[in-house]
């Protein structure tokens, strides 16, 4: 067993209301976290995680222990046990968008389907 961090992207409650106002292309933050959830990327989704890593967009905001990544991502969803998640701050299911690091720091994005390594 090992211990991953987990990282996503919130909004503050002062985005929301101005992405409400404004709409989603008027936060950066929402454009960078909708483009990392968007389905149709694939090849070109590593920059823009490295670019929201660059921008401290991404928050540590758990820790997982678990024997794999696919054990994160079950445990990650509310399948495993509780006691295996260390909260750090509000974590939504872990989904398309978030970043898992791995104890050696290599991290991996959480793709439609699978893990992609960034490098």
Do not use: C, W
Not at 32 to 42: C, V
Not at 54 to 81: C, P, Q, R
Not at 85 to 108: A, F, I, K, N, Q
Request: glycine letters at 6%.
């Amino acid at each position: 067993m090992a211990k991953y961090k987990i990282f996503q992207i919130h909004l503050t409650n002062n985005e929301v209301a101005h992405v409400n106002a404004h709409g989603h292309d008027s936060v950066d933050k929402q454009v960078a976290r909708l483009d990392l959830m968007s389905p149709y990327r694939h090849d070109d989704v590593l920059p823009l995680v490295r670019d929201a890593f660059d921008k401290n967009y991404f928050k540590h905001v758990a820790n997982i222990t678990a024997s794999g990544l696919e054990d994160v991502f079950t445990i990650g969803n509310g399948y495993g046990d509780k006691e295996d998640v260390e909260l750090l701050d509000r974590m939504h299911s872990l989904s398309v968008g978030d970043v898992v690091e791995d104890d050696t720091g290599t991290r991996y994005f959480v793709n439609t389907s699978g893990f992609l390594a960034v490098a």
